[in-house]
């Protein structure tokens, strides 16, 4: 399919990509809406390969969306962008430990040349969708970021890449599960339906109000938690595989491009 | 999802790919009907990452199913087998040029022991959807193989990697055109919905009693040419690019999988 941005989501996200690249920012669920979000995790080019293989074998938490290749900058789903400066926060990561957030992450591709970065599908791509049908996404109605939780499943490694997976949660009445799946199964290529309905525990979260990455979730009465898939996945395995470099997104702070998420339908 | 194959299935299957061990070969289409069918290519590891990218950014035509990392040879997706002996017949390339088929690739892989083999989803998958609702599919009703032809469509480079893409056709009646554009666009990973409905000129196809693979269709009153991408895609791109060695399996001559086709259903 080729779906057409509009003028107005065109100007939006120009706007956010300005505003990140002058170096504000905010979780970007609910920003410029309508439009595709991704997950950045950027390495160097020895790296590229397990990368991508992993990816490969793991779809559901990991669709590439786009690879960037060394020596580029700009994104093809968004063009006049610097993937460099794009993004709110960016985290900078060395030998799989988390050294520092920065604004601009320009320091960290002089600092490497040769890195190749890695556009990941996001699950803000299917709540346009759930909104649309009257699925209220309790993070972006609190103005929170979504909650996110490492998870006991191990993802299919890659070379020297393993880790497991993370997923974000969102709290869904009871009458509506059945709707959040189809609609979120409508995107295959970007995560598509939810891993899990319910019971945390099993999923190997001990605690709800506790997640790893994101805000706090409020779950309320006759609300289901469900689970989906999540590209901060990589971000798992850069800690369980220890890289000696790579760069990311803050989880919740995502590279937004000009590419409806309508593209992504089946 | 997790689907089961039957007890038949997994006999044909395993009789068939030990008759492929033992040097028969035929074209696969129909073979252990409901199991996946998957296309070959096979590159030393220097050229890994540019194929596994020219995959990532061609889906249609390049719909990776698994990858088979150097020094391995068996897939997971078929346990017990191997890569080498279990397709019918092999095509060996040298510089871009088919320098000889072969029912054995064991020599291959001992002159090049780091090749790293990509298995590509096929058209076959849908055509058991298709049989199901009542759609016939002319070359197997014929015993003949698929037609398939080199397209004036570019795909996406990818570093060294260039290519146009290659589709298959199947003569389909015109009231079934859209249940066949329905049922083929529910395994989105493999191929999916065709490219292109009638017209073979605006593809560059000057003549479809010709195709540049396989053979000649039989096109009946009422029948539209229905064109998907095509698993021999990387075939093309071998021509073009000019490796200095590739294995592929030869157009038609599939990699039969245990994994049910509904596996790929969304």
């Known amino acids: 399919m ?37 997950n950045l995790i950027a390495v160097p080019a020895d790296w590229a390969f397990e990368t991508l293989l992993y990816a490969q074998r793991n779809p559901k938490p990991c669709p590439v969306l786009e690879v960037i290749e060394e020596g580029q900058v700009e994104s093809v789903l968004a063009p006049g962008s610097d993937i460099r400066t794009d993004i709110g926060r960016y985290r900078i990561w060395r030998d799989g430990e988390l050294a520092e957030e920065v604004a601009d992450a320009r320091a960290a591709w002089d600092e490497h040349p ?3 970065a890695f556009l990941i599908g996001c699950s803000f791509t299917f709540e346009t969708g759930l909104v649309q049908a009257g699925i209220p996404i309790r993070h972006q109605e609190l103005g929170r970021n979504v909650p996110m939780y490492r998870t006991s499943v191990d993802c299919v490694p890659a070379g020297r890449l393993r880790g497991e997976m993370v997923v974000s949660m969102r709290p869904i009445a009871a009458d509506r599960v059945a709707d959040a799946v189809q609609i979120s199964g409508r995107t295959p290529a970007v ?51 220890k890289p000696p470099f790579a760069v990311t997104h803050a989880p919740g702070y995502m590279f937004i491009t000009d590419v409806p998420d309508a593209e992504f339908l089946v």
């Open 2 to 38: 080729s779906v057409l941005a509009t003028a107005q989501q065109l100007a939006d996200v120009r706007a956010a990509r300005a505003a990140h690249r002058a170096g504000s920012a905010a979780p970007t669920s609910g920003v410029a809406a309508g439009l595709t979000q991704a």
């Open 114 to 116: 040769d890195l190749v």
């Open 191 to 241: 995560h598509g339906a939810p891993v899990h309905v319910g019971d945390p525990a099993s999923l190997g979260i001990a605690d709800l109000s506790r997640p790893d990455f994101g805000d706090a979730p409020e779950l309320r009465d006759g609300e289901i938690p469900v689970f989906w898939a999540c590209g901060v996945t990589p971000q798992a395995a850069i800690m369980a595989s």
